[in-house]
């Protein structure tokens, strides 16, 4: 069936965005796109090919994207979030309130951010001179309340994280670290720099990893464990 009409004769429109400031445009994926100026906002609406299966882009007005960004329709943004830089984030990615994501992070699909979460940060290494590297998170993985997760030291390097990981509260994933597939990280519980972990294995409670330690897959650490 045609596409049905507003009241204004044009075509329905979804994806719609809001920003404080026009010049701050997330990219829209290569959708041609109609923006519209009301008071100090400015507002883009992408032609929706399908209007009955469309729903709003949810992305709460207080968010702070950064016009490099590239944010799926799909997403659900919330209020106060922080998205610097060339982020690159999958479909259906949830973003609370408060999180902040930065650099040359990707971010795989349903992957869920909660509030205050920290994830592609600057390493904590004194040998970081300020070069490009990077943070990926597979798809499906959880992170939690206040977890932090730091890209990569070296030029061109990367902190890896699996996919249906979950990466509990205030838990912490330095830089370079890589994890497989299914890995849980509890709570309290750090990995310092470098740090591999194999597939599903369980990282309790306030445990601490020496840099450059390796566990192997399905493998067990207890709740305090020091490696």
Request: some cysteine.
């Given at each position: 069936?045609?596409?049905?009409?507003n009241?204004?004769?044009?075509?329905?429109?979804h994806?719609?965005?809001?920003?404080?400031?026009?010049?701050?445009?997330t990219?829209?994926?290569g959708?041609?796109?109609a923006?519209?100026?009301?008071?100090?906002?400015?507002?883009?609406?992408?032609p929706?090919?399908?209007?009955?299966?469309c729903?709003?882009?949810?992305?709460?007005p207080?968010?702070?994207?950064?016009?490099?960004a590239?944010?799926?329709?799909?997403?659900?943004?919330?209020?106060?979030?922080?998205i610097?830089?060339?982020?690159k984030?999958?479909?259906n990615?949830?973003i609370y309130?408060?999180a902040?994501?930065?650099?040359?992070?990707?971010?795989g699909d349903?992957v869920?951010?909660?509030?205050?979460?920290?994830?592609g940060?600057?390493?904590?290494?004194f040998?970081?001179?300020?070069?490009?590297?990077?943070?990926?998170?597979?798809?499906?993985?959880?992170?939690?309340?206040?977890?932090?997760?730091?890209?990569?030291?070296q030029?061109?390097?990367w902190?890896?994280?699996?996919?249906?990981c979950?990466?509990?509260?205030?838990?912490?994933?330095?830089?370079?670290?890589?994890?497989?597939?299914?890995?849980k990280?509890?709570?309290?519980?750090?990995?310092?720099?470098?740090?591999?972990?194999?597939d599903?294995?369980?990282?309790?409670?306030y445990?601490?990893v020496?840099?450059?330690?390796?566990?192997?897959?399905?493998?067990?650490?207890?709740?305090?464990?020091?490696l």
């Amino acid at each position: 069936p045609a596409p049905r009409s507003n009241a204004a004769g044009m075509p329905p429109f979804h994806n719609v965005i809001r920003w404080k400031d026009s010049e701050r445009m997330t990219p829209m994926l290569g959708l041609a796109a109609a923006r519209v100026r009301r008071g100090n906002l400015a507002l883009q609406f992408a032609p929706c090919i399908y209007p009955e299966t469309c729903k709003p882009m949810a992305i709460h007005p207080t968010a702070i994207i950064d016009q490099q960004a590239v944010v799926p329709s799909s997403c659900d943004i919330g209020p106060h979030a922080v998205i610097e830089g060339p982020v690159k984030l999958g479909e259906n990615v949830k973003i609370y309130p408060n999180a902040y994501i930065s650099g040359w992070t990707e971010i795989g699909d349903d992957v869920q951010i909660h509030p205050g979460a920290v994830v592609g940060h600057l390493p904590q290494d004194f040998h970081f001179g300020g070069e490009r590297s990077y943070c990926r998170v597979g798809k499906g993985t959880i992170i939690r309340e206040f977890a932090s997760i730091h890209r990569g030291t070296q030029p061109e390097s990367w902190t890896i994280i699996g996919e249906n990981c979950f990466i509990l509260g205030y838990a912490h994933i330095g830089h370079n670290c890589e994890l497989g597939n299914g890995v849980k990280l509890y709570n309290c519980a750090a990995l310092a720099g470098h740090v591999i972990v194999g597939d599903n294995a369980i990282i309790s409670g306030y445990s601490l990893v020496h840099q450059f330690a390796r566990i192997g897959e399905f493998v067990m650490v207890g709740g305090g464990t020091r490696l």
